[in-house]
């Protein structure tokens, strides 16, 4: 059962479209793969996808329409990579 404070705490539809529409602004409305050449390269645009899917993800992470395993899945995920992003300076950790 999906717990209403987590729910509370979740993004808007406004701040998740926000998000989604910088993020592809700053990406050019690239597709597809692009070519990055190095370790570091590849991270911090993996990164920078994910700050702006974040709030979709937040969401997704407490709707009850997906089973709590995969939940709970999506939140070991989420936290891994919000570890690495904490951590991540582009050009120095790689």
Partial sequence: ???????????????????????????????GPQPVTTAA?????LLKIYQGIRPLLEILNVIPLLPSAWRRA???FLDALEA???????????
Avoid: C
């Avoid at 717990?3 to 597709?31: C, F, W, Y």
């Avoid at 690495?84 to 790689?94: E, I, P, R």
């Fill in 74 to 76: 999506l939140g070991v």
């Fill in 1 to 31: 059962m999906t717990n209403p404070n987590d729910i509370r705490k979740t993004p808007s539809h406004t701040t998740v479209d926000r998000a989604i529409k910088t993020l592809m602004s700053d990406l050019g409305q690239e597709t």
């Fill in 41 to 45: 390269g590849r991270l911090a645009r």
């Fill in 84 to 94: 690495v992003n904490a951590g991540f300076k582009a050009g120095k950790d790689l």
